[in-house]
């Protein structure tokens, strides 16, 4: 997926997820800004730090 594209699905997917289901976010770095972009758009939504290692970062999405 291209870059300037990524957003907008991130958001498209976390936007369908039923109540409860997760979603493992991989990204290549650190996605702070774009998490709290998704918490203020997704009240209710918790996001878990899976692993942080240079070149990949994980973090599990739950919708509330």
Not at 3 to 17: C, D, E, K, M
Not at 51 to 61: I, N, Q, T
Request: aromatic share 4%; net charge neutral; glycine share 12%.
């Amino acid at each position: 997926v291209p870059p300037v594209v990524r957003p907008g699905a991130i958001v498209g997917a976390v936007g369908s997820l039923p109540a409860g289901v997760p979603l493992v976010l991989v990204a290549p770095h650190d996605p702070a800004g774009l998490l709290s972009q998704l918490s203020m758009r997704f009240p209710g939504l918790s996001a878990e730090y899976l692993s942080d290692e240079p070149g990949e970062c994980r973090v599990r999405l739950v919708r509330g």
